[in-house]
């Protein structure tokens, strides 16, 4: 039976690929191996923040996105599963009860005793159908079903790390915007000091209007970057909320007290490698399991599936 499958098995093109490049790759490279199905783990909690986590757990339940993806996974099993059920036999059953009293004062012939009496009468039928996949079409349906399926569930891995990665990245950008705000404001407070010295010595007769003036201007410039910078944090906020399925401008995250540790410029603040580890894996690892060469690959297989089925469906049809 194998040997009747119609349509030719999908294979992977060949393409020249020089072994080594002419750059010396970095200290501790490693080659990818792309797999969509290996956990990619709560890699954010290497940096210790509760918000964070807090967001990242809101995002995997209310994210609008990632639900639609859960639910393309769902379909896409249910539509393997029916798929499949073609292979084996179909069994129906559909059993009936009745039963009946009859009056003892029912019209009759002459002739004929009226008695009254009980028709029990149960039905069991059962139809048993089975397709003999003779040219494979079935197979293919199935393999195709299967293919879809799987790249399904990469997409939504493709889905899932990119939400998290967004995430991250938007509520560092917005920490980052705290610490030069911080900075800012710690400048700003400065800077008029120095514009009210300034005046007082233009009063004086010390200081020039000249004096004066760059006081201003130099106050102001630092000023309206300290707006912009908030306005790029109002940015940052909603685009959170709508990440984590909330309508923009909800509510807002607070500024971490002393969260960019700039009073002690004595003490180096601590930098996080991509290689620094968390339990028993490094951020690296979840580089190489980047799902979309799979979802792309298994769409591919789909591809061919449905053609070797279409093949089957027009010789049956002469």
């Not at 964070?52 to 994210?63: H, I, K, T």
């Not at 889905?159 to 917005?174: H, V």
């Not at 004066?212 to 630092?222: D, N």
Request: hydrophobic share 35%.
């Amino acid at each position: 039976m194998c040997g009747c499958t119609v349509g030719p098995n999908y294979h992977r093109p060949s393409v020249e690929v020089p072994s080594s490049f002419k750059e010396a790759p970095p200290a501790g490279w490693k080659a990818a191996t792309p797999n969509d199905a290996i956990a990619k783990g709560n890699w954010w909690e290497v940096f210790g923040d509760p918000k964070l986590n807090e967001l990242e757990s809101q995002a995997m339940v209310n994210n609008p996105p990632l639900q639609a993806a859960m639910a393309r996974v769902a379909q896409a099993r249910a539509q393997f599963r029916i798929t499949r059920a073609d292979l084996y036999p179909t069994v129906t059953l559909d059993p009936s009860a009745l039963r009946e009293r009859y009056s003892g004062a029912r019209e009759n012939p002459p002739g004929f005793v009226t008695t009254p009496y009980t028709d029990n009468t149960l039905n069991l039928p059962v139809d048993l159908n089975y397709e003999i996949d003779l040219w494979g079409r079935v197979r293919r349906a199935t393999e195709s079903a299967r293919a879809q399926y799987q790249a399904t569930e990469a997409d939504y891995e493709n889905i899932l790390l990119t939400l998290k990665s967004d995430i991250a990245q938007n509520y560092l950008s917005l920490r980052y915007v705290d610490t030069d705000r911080e900075i800012l404001k710690g400048n700003i407070d400065l800077l008029e000091k120095a514009l009210k010295l300034t005046q007082a010595r233009h009063s004086g007769g010390v200081a020039s209007g000249l004096d004066v003036s760059e006081a201003e201007t130099l106050l102001a410039t630092i000023q309206a970057q300290f707006v912009g910078l908030g306005v790029q944090r109002a940015q940052f906020e909603h685009a959170l909320a709508l990440l984590v399925g909330a309508p923009p401008g909800h509510r807002g995250i607070r500024a971490l007290d002393g969260f960019c540790e700039c009073t002690d410029w004595s003490r180096p603040r601590r930098v996080l490698s991509v290689a620094e580890p968390y339990g028993n894996k490094r951020w690296l690892s979840d580089r190489q399991h980047y799902p979309a060469s799979q979802s792309f690959k298994r769409r591919l297989d789909g591809h061919g599936g449905r053609f070797a089925a279409a093949l089957r469906r027009r010789a049956s049809h002469g």
